[in-house]
């Protein structure tokens, strides 16, 4: 039967810049990784070098400093704050007793857990299996460590041992079916592209609290937890403005810094969803003093994804909590809220539509009264600003905003004055 004990866990981090501050912010970011991956982290060992040691990460001297760690704490991990080579993962593993990982794995690993479609789980595995393709080679023995807790989630350890053409198999197999969900997703696109509803898509650094958000003003309940990579698979819900008009407003996946390239491209499909939005929501936590590097990962991730021209909003969350020294960046639209505020969503949703409203016509039309279905279709398809019926001509006046290519267009244009 299997203990319920968090695993001991040693960190180790090489130093390559000067900047001490960025360095320790990715050392605590480790340490929020491994703890959502409920391990315990015993010791932390640093070393400032000009590169990465080629064959151990660390030099010499730090490896037997490792060595006497290991059996000081009795750690069964210990996790490199880097994507590590095959060799070196290989000869790290001579050196020591305990399961040797990286912050690649680790990552793959809080993913794994974290999947809840079917989508999810199998870009998981892609990822995973793509990663640990190349650090098969040789690693015989050592594979039976493999079993257990961090890292090895997804592929289990017999999928693992088996050759690598079942490995390149499944990778087809895989790709295959994702294919398959891509296409339908498409077409789902496509229906909602002719329907021509405003999209919305809420992007930032994992646990800036997009999904507390989301859940507060979307129509919605989207897992929601003070965790690393709470929310895995998009989510997409009606979100009324306060004018009644309804947007849809899809959460994504919250970005980090050094994602690893696997999960780049396998998370890529999901994240076209952002693509299709009109208005990007970049959540940022204005409580966590490294925000500036978050929104730079966030940013340069977007551009990866060629989606940098979207038009933007940023929103700087947790402002009860705000960092003393904060200064919010002055490349987009910002505004500051805390999720938890009413009043807050309240005024985040008044920016929200006026923003919406820029991206639309204004129109003044004169509705005959025995028309209810377009009058209908202009109460939840457009923006009202205004709607008096005139009794002496029995017509409805109307003003608002509309989308262009909206359905809709034709009969306002039939109708205005």
Known sequence: MKKERKEKVILVGCQLEEDDLRFQYSLTELEELTETAQGQVVNVITQKRDRVHPSTYIGKGKVEELILLEEQFEPDIIIFNDE??????RN??????????DRTQLILDIFAGRARSREGKLQVELAQLQYLLPRLIGQGASLSRLGGGIGTRGPGETKLESDRRHIHRRIDEIKKHLQIIVDHRERYRERRKRNKAFQIA?????????????NRISMAESYEENQLFATLDPMTRKMPLPSGYQTLLTDTVGFIQDLPTTLVAAFRSTLEEVKEADLLLHIVDSSNPDYIQHEKTVQSLLTELNMEGLPQLTVYNKMDAMVPDFVPSGESDTIQISALNEEDRGKLLMKIEGIVKKHMIQYHVFIPADEGKLLSQLKNDTILTKLDFLEERTVYELTGFYLEDHPVAGSIKKYQR
């Not at 790290?92 to 399961?99: F, G, H, P, R, T």
């Open 84 to 89: 590590l080579s095959p060799s070196q993962i």
């Open 92 to 101: 790290l593993s001579k050196e020591v007793n305990a399961k040797v990982i």
């Open 202 to 214: 809420l992007v930032g650094y994992t646990n800036a609290g997009k999904s507390t958000l989301f």
